[in-house]
């Protein structure tokens, strides 16, 4: 059968797998690394030519406008359409309607089976072509200004795959415009794609090695795969699997229930850490810190969002019950504030104090040990480690490792973003991108205490030992949090 495979570039790794697999029949995809002016005109020849249409499903697959267009295009000619669900996403019904195959968890031998009977079926059935009309000439042109405007709004939502193509078809058709650098524009979506992209597919190896761990028969080769994928991903365990693999069995059934996407740990070794004491009209005491780990990443939409839908998380009154003020709160104010800025991978804005606290008191729950928000001293050690940096990085200022004021971004960066920019232990956002609540309190009791800078700040104000003691029911565009356990 001549089958086109649809997808999302972030997907890719799914579509290469599936070839693999269906090398008995003619199958095409597009690698989309190229798109010029005719290219809608080469996706209509293979749709023309094809007799089948696999349609890869994912959050992003289904939010992006090429694929949507490829789908409705194939359904217009009259092809047999075969979804395939890649990646968590909730499925629309005309598409749920067809009975969509399941591999999130990986191909094995009954999906494989379903969707090599469902294509031997259609070819038996030989389902008739229809005529394409004008479609041909009415659904390819493209306005160059239109496509920049879609590609920066998918940028502005996270949509990575899409804002590259998108701007892909802006330059191939000629956009112009004497202030603006398309490859500048480009070349960052595409850098934030090939992040994206390497997260997926770190994250679909892991899961692809927990279900092995968790199957009796298969543990011994999951935990021979771990220590593979440990060598090249040291700090990748959201489920903690070294921490616990003196007790796996127990520990690995409750951790596979439950994973937080983007949630690393970053362990800080037991140290010491010079800090401002207030009490003492600024002096500076050193401190010792004992061990810890603080989350690689400001705390996201995506994450968030998940304590917000689960009937255990923000909405159990439970949850607001570690300080009576945080329950008098919820009871004015059940629900939280929106995010201004959109994407599942930028940091959760607008939280205040006591929504960021419930938070820990959940996540906690998930885990089965205590998370929290972290303290000035813990913050200090993480910063600066043994060498006393300066800087997260190092020593001299430079604006393209971190998002204050002097970046000019004017808005919070997804949270991966400053792989050059991080601390002694691998942690991002230590300087900018969003304040950060904290444990600490104000010396009146009244207030808490934010650190790190936002994107709004100068650089002054980013330094570790700055702060502001706000009102715990504050929120504001440039505040999230992290997370810290006790190692």
Known sequence: MKIFISYARIDKAYCMELMELLN???VWFDSRLHVGQNWWHEILKKLEWCEGFIYLLSPDSLQS???QREYDMAKNMGRVIFPILVRDTPIPKDLAELHYIDITLGINLDTLRMLLTSIHHAELSKIPKRAIGIIEKSDTTTDPMDAFTGGMDALKKGLFDDAVFLLKLAKANGYKSPFIKIDAVLEEAELHLNAQMEHIE???????????IRTPITEKIGWEAYETFRAQY???DPDNLNKNQLDETHRIKKMYRFS???LEWC?????KAEIVDTSKKGQRQTVVVPPFALSKYIVTNAQFTMFVDDPKGYHNKARWQFDPLAYQTYLKHPHPKDSKYEGDERPRTRVTWYEAMAFCGWLSDKL?????????SQWVRAFMGDDK???????????????????EIKMPNVVRRYENGTSPFGIHDMMGNVWEWTTDISTDGDKKIIRGGSFTSPIERADPHFAYDIDPNTFHITIGFRVVHLD
């Open 260 to 262: 937080l996407p983007l």
């Open 267 to 271: 362990k800080v070794p037991s140290g």
């Open 202 to 212: 770190r994250e679909r190896n892991y899961r692809h090695i927990v279900e092995l």
């Open 389 to 407: 940096r300066t800087y997260p990085w190092g020593s001299g200022f430079d604006k393209s490792r971190c998002n204050t004021r002097e970046s």
């Open 65 to 67: 406008s090429y694929c």
């Open 234 to 236: 040291p700090n990748y």
């Open 24 to 26: 008995d029949h003619n």
């Open 368 to 376: 089965g040990y205590e998370v929290s928000l972290f303290s000035y």
